[in-house]
């Protein structure tokens, strides 16, 4: 079976974002898993999409931006309505890159 990278990025940003549902739930009753369970997805993403170095800042905070939205979703054993915020993420993320890249080419 062969998955296209975009498709691959966007079902591990999904896995995250169901990650991350979990680790807010624990964290919201004071069971602080956030720095206990690091699963390192968003490094995998951020290779995958060959994020360049001066522009890690502005994809660590884009990136954390849609997982500090993941708790606005229904929790599900699948994470199957997280879809719709994981597509969002990557081409937020994508859209971040263009206008960037569109930006250091004007100057």
Same mark, same amino acid.
């Given at each position: 079976?062969? *998955?296209? !990278?975009?498709?691959? *990025?966007?079902?591990?940003? #999904?896995?995250?974002?169901? %990650?991350?549902? @979990? *680790?807010?739930?624990?964290?919201?009753?004071? @069971?602080?898993?956030? %720095? #206990?369970?690091?699963?390192? *997805?968003?490094? @995998?993403?951020?290779?995958?999409? /060959?994020?360049? /170095?001066?522009?890690?800042?502005?994809?660590?905070?884009? =990136?954390?931006?849609?997982?500090? #939205?993941?708790?606005? =979703?229904?929790?599900?054993?699948?994470?199957? /309505?997280?879809? &719709?915020?994981?597509?969002?993420? =990557? &081409?937020?993320?994508?859209? @971040?890159? =263009?206008? !960037?890249?569109?930006?250091?080419?004007?100057?």
């Amino acid at each position: 079976m062969n *998955i296209q !990278k975009d498709e691959l *990025i966007i079902k591990l940003i #999904r896995q995250d974002l169901k %990650h991350n549902q @979990l *680790i807010k739930g624990l964290d919201n009753l004071d @069971l602080d898993a956030g %720095h #206990r369970h690091h699963m390192g *997805i968003m490094g @995998l993403v951020k290779r995958l999409m /060959e994020v360049p /170095e001066h522009l890690e800042n502005d994809f660590l905070g884009t =990136y954390m931006g849609y997982m500090d #939205r993941c708790l606005d =979703y229904p929790i599900s054993s699948l994470g199957e /309505e997280l879809r &719709e915020l994981a597509e969002e993420g =990557y &081409e937020g993320l994508n859209k @971040l890159f =263009y206008l !960037k890249s569109q930006s250091e080419n004007d100057q």
